[in-house]
């Protein structure tokens, strides 16, 4: 065992995250639900603290895994002076590059290495500790973050300075949200004309038009009606709205990513609030008269 770290954010991809460090170090968890982190604590051999100012006083190292920049903006405040020289927090939530610049200076100020480090995996790669980990901060925070996001990753990349990891990740989800529609709209059209959906995907991923949408998430989920909940349409959502940002910031003109923004925003509002992203298809299904199948 290594020195402690601590972990916050035990949600549907933070939970396997953190059983994965707890077993390579010895780990402190702390969740808003004081009965889930209870319950990790003893299956997994952590220790649960009270409040995110003990999970800091106690740690040299943190991992964040919350649903946006201002959460973790928020457990910072919360923890307060427990925050000393020398420690490093690790930001696993997929968050926004300009929250991750924030959040950086305002640890700065206590002598508090930042480094962002979203994943991109879903919960199928954070059970296998298999997630690539996207490494944005100063060369000496990202060669110390390594070591402890190894225990879920399967790839893990410095991609640039503090803000950068935030902003691929978000990037990368948009292409996600981009090739869902796409793809749900594209085989809307050859079912209705005949086509099998299972026999078009066979062919798309046997040609130059395939992606991981075609290859799992409509054979696994769509033509066969299972629709697991897995990642939420809400935080898709979410994610489209940073990467509308990201471009902004870069001065990079779009009429896609606002197009596919605009579509998920009013899926949603057809769709239930715990609607998975894969889910928006059905809005495609509705307009087209027809299942995907």
Known sequence: MLEKVGFIGLGAIGTPMARHVAQAFDTVV???????AGAFAQDHGATAAAT???LVAACAVVITCLPTSQEVAAVIAAAGDAWHPGQLLIDATSGDPAGSRGNAATLAKRGVAFVDAPVSGGVSGAERGKLTVMLGGPEANVERARRYVAPYAGKIEHVGPVGAGHALKAINNALLALNIVAA???LAALVKLGVPAQRAVDVINASSG???VTENLIPERVITRAWPRTFSAALLDKDLGVALAVLEDA???SEI???VKRFY???RKVLDAGADHVEVIKRVEV???GEIR
């Open 30 to 36: 702390w969740n808003r639900t004081t009965a889930k």
């Open 52 to 54: 995110p100012r003990e």
């Open 184 to 186: 749900g709209e594209g």
């Open 210 to 212: 395939r992606s991981n």
């Open 251 to 253: 001065g990079v003109q």
């Open 257 to 259: 990513y606002p197009a």
């Open 265 to 267: 925003a009013e899926a």
């Open 287 to 289: 307009a087209a008269g």
